[in-house]
């Protein structure tokens, strides 16, 4: 059990740097979902807590320890990663077992780990078998009973749920939610994945380009977006950016696509023209772009609870002023209201 | 091709019969000539039907060896074949699978420089560079050893390039896993490099043992004493010039015994060497 901190993190590879200065704090016992779009620095991020990446600098520590310079087995940490990683000639107790075995546990304390693991992962029928007998799902858990055999400070998931298909994904994630609640051990969770960012993480730090642009608890970051790239990168259809004018300055106007509701003509606060609705069921979908006024052209969405009959045409809507965003359009940063 | 066409099958059946005839119908010969006597040999035409000489010729070469060629017994010519061979092929894949280990896991200067170094040799057959290697081995006095039958074929580009090519397909993770485990580079290399890798070394030992097993230019150079023979050199050496008559059902007997280790390991490691060329466990 240990809290990891991070303080000014950067990494660069030559005159390349991939990140610009990263600080944040993990508690003890949380889990904490780094998210962000593909190259944006995230797993290059938990390689380096792992040790399998070198901190070009600033200072990483696990349980108060700085580690920049422990190898990997010496951090105390054990990682789970996107293709399981299992060793393919060893079964799946002897995988469990594995790093036990190297730091020398007497084996009676190693089976009733890789027992206990078993039974908490439903293995135990399949503690015999290989890994190419499994499906992807079983191999997953062998990859987190790996890591729970270890009994270690933290454990790291990179991308762990993106080998599966999207039925299983969403059974694992409550699968990983559970086992969380029952060890309580530090967890930190890479995905690209913004549904398994929200459902999962305790504070997610929202990363762009190498930055964290946004640390906070899920709905706090949905609910105010600290960029316009967060405001975009969270939620889906992704919030809408509407250039506005407001106190005689240029500014974005952020809105989510749930945040507009259909009126009158006459009360309509952005007049949409439909270019394409999807119909999911439960909502429908509008997309289009807006008619008129100032912002004209800019592509909305708008996230009705009814069905719409219109392919085509024209929507009016209103907000809410009091749920709506500013962003400065140059900085991207967030205006106070 | 899953194909019901009768007469396509019949053609295809005689195609496979027509090649496999072309290619046991000297083999047949061989194994016949072995088992005749001298006078029948020479007569012409000569049967085609075993001979009751088996048992004779056999036993003469194997013990006592040809009269009028070399008289070394091929027992002890099969022996230095054997040697030879198993040398060769295991000290091969030691030396390339610890070498493409050093290439492929380790960050060290003028690493893909001496990739290339070791690849650029693959073009250097034993033929192209026999003459300073014999020097080198003569000067060292290794003349009518194994060290020097073996030491100078053992080092290899192909194994060494195969095993690069193999350690390249197997993920990073795995490696990555295994040092969060605490697994040094030599544990990770002998609890996971080496079992994965044991069908692709399995079908190198073939190919290597019947590359060591078939040498003859080298072993003609560097051997001249008798007992040192491999088998190959020893039906070279039976096969007299000029005027003394070869005894040829002493050379296909022992023609024959020299096909036997190869085709043997052939048909016995059969099954991995299939799998070391087409699988890919991972």
Known sequence: MAQISFRGVRKSYGALQVIHGVSAEVADGEFVVIVGPSGCGKSTLLRMVAGLETISAGEISIGGRVVNRLEPKDRDIAMVFQNYALYPHMTVYDNMAYGLKIRGLAKADIDARVKRAAEILELGSFLERRPRQLSGGQRQRVAMGRAIVREPAAFLFDEPLSNLDAKLRVQMRAELQALHRRLGTTSLYVTHDQVEAMTLAHRMIVMNAGRAEQIGAPLEVYATPATTFVAGFIGSPPMNLIPAQRGGREVLLGVRPEHLEPCAAGDAMLTVDIDLVEPLGSDTLVYGHLAAASGAGARVAVRLHESVDARTGRLSVRYDPAKVHYFDPQSGQRIAT | ?282
């Open chain 2, 1 to 282: 091709m899953v194909e019901n066409r009768p007469w396509l099958t019949l053609l295809s059946h005689a195609v496979l019969l027509g090649g496999v005839a072309v290619v046991a119908f000297p083999l047949y010969i061989t194994f016949v000539a072995s088992t005749l006597s001298l006078d029948d040999i020479v007569k012409v035409p000569m049967p085609l039907l075993p001979g009751p000489h088996f048992w004779e010729n056999y036993s003469q070469v194997l013990t006592a060896g040809s009269q009028r060629g070399a008289a070394a017994p091929v027992g002890q010519m099969m022996l230095n074949s054997l040697i030879m061979a198993l040398v060769i092929a295991v000290g091969k894949i030691a030396i390339s699978i610890v070498a493409s280990f050093a290439i492929v896991y380790f960050r060290f200067p003028l690493r893909n420089f001496f990739f290339w170094m070791i690849f650029v040799t693959l073009m250097l057959p034993v033929e192209v560079r026999i003459i300073p290697t014999f020097k080198v081995v003569s000067d060292l006095g290794m003349l009518n050893s194994y060290v020097g039958l073996t030491l100078p074929l053992i080092a290899s580009a192909t194994a060494t390039f195969l095993f690069r090519q193999f350690f390249m397909t197997i993920p990073d993770e795995l490696a990555e896993a295994a040092r969060i485990d605490g697994a040094g580079p030599m544990r990770f290399f002998v609890d996971v490099l080496l079992p994965l890798s044991s069908t692709s070394i399995a079908a190198l030992f073939v190919i290597q043992f019947i590359y060591g097993w078939n040498q003859y230019l080298w072993p003609l150079l560097i051997t001249t004493d008798e007992s040192m023979y491999t088998a190959v050199i020893g039906i070279k050496r039976m096969i007299t010039g000029g005027d003394a008559l070869t005894e040829w059902h002493l050379v296909m007997a022992t023609a024959m015994l020299a096909l036997l280790p190869p085709a043997l390991v052939v048909v016995l490691m059969q099954k991995w060497f299939v799998k070391g060329l087409v699988e890919t466990e991972k």
